[in-house]
């Protein structure tokens, strides 16, 4: 989801940090070699939770996920073709239920390279610092 605001665009998106017992899943892009957290964009009259779990599922392809509880919601601007985008994304702490998974056909679902970590790995190999609180909020959950 998308709206202007102002000088800046602002977009909706979420997605979360999926658990299996003590590891965590971190993506990595093919195409720029960064460490990422699943997430998508929010679709017209979506739940964040909703959309959240549907990007997760479309980006691992893993289908038996549990949302177990919100993680909040983080902000930061980036520039795209010249224009300031204020990107709001929800995140949730996800736990995968089994290893069923569907391989999709999709560009994005083939851009990424799957890994379970640590937690301590997984801090150390996130390309963004609000992954890495993310993740360190999950590692400590007193940390705001």
Partial sequence: MEKSKGKAKLQFSA????MDNDKVLIL???DRGDFVIPKGHIEQDEKPEEAALREVQEETGYQNLEIIKPLGRSDYFYKEEGKTIHKFVYNYLFRL???EKIEHKTAEYKNFIPHWLTIDQAIEKASYKDIKKLLEKIQNPKLK
């Fill in 97 to 99: 239920k089994d290893e």
């Fill in 15 to 18: 997605g979360g940090v999926v």
């Fill in 28 to 30: 990595e892009r093919k």
